[in-house]
């Protein structure tokens, strides 16, 4: 039985060598390079996200400080029954 599943085992050289494994694209000058690319866009994407639903959240939690009578009257309006099948 092999790793992932049924089959023979895999021989050591059919594993991918890291050179195959990560190779270096040809905008970079090497993998250390391509490397804090990576990271860089990695956390700029969270850094987005967090503002993003941060905002979302904080005007949600302000209008909602701000004006429960209204959240409390649309409250009455939502139907049940046609909510879940719409999302």
């Known amino acids: 039985m092999g790793p992932t599943g049924p089959g023979p085992p895999l021989a050591r050289s059919s ?3 890291v050179s195959t494994a990560q190779p270096l ?6 993998v250390a390079q391509q ?3 990576v ?7 969270l850094l987005n996200e967090v503002m ?4 979302l959240f904080a005007a949600y ?7 429960p009578h209204a959240f409390h009257d649309g409250s009455h309006h ?10």
């Open 61 to 67: 939690a302000i209008y909602r400080v701000l004006y």
């Open 25 to 30: 694209a040809h905008q970079f000058d090497d």
């Open 15 to 17: 594993l991918p060598s």
């Open 78 to 87: 939502l139907d049940a029954m046609i909510g879940p099948p719409r999302s």
């Open 52 to 55: 993003f639903f941060g905002g």
């Open 35 to 37: 490397r804090r690319a």
């Open 39 to 45: 990271s860089l866009g990695m956390w700029a994407f």
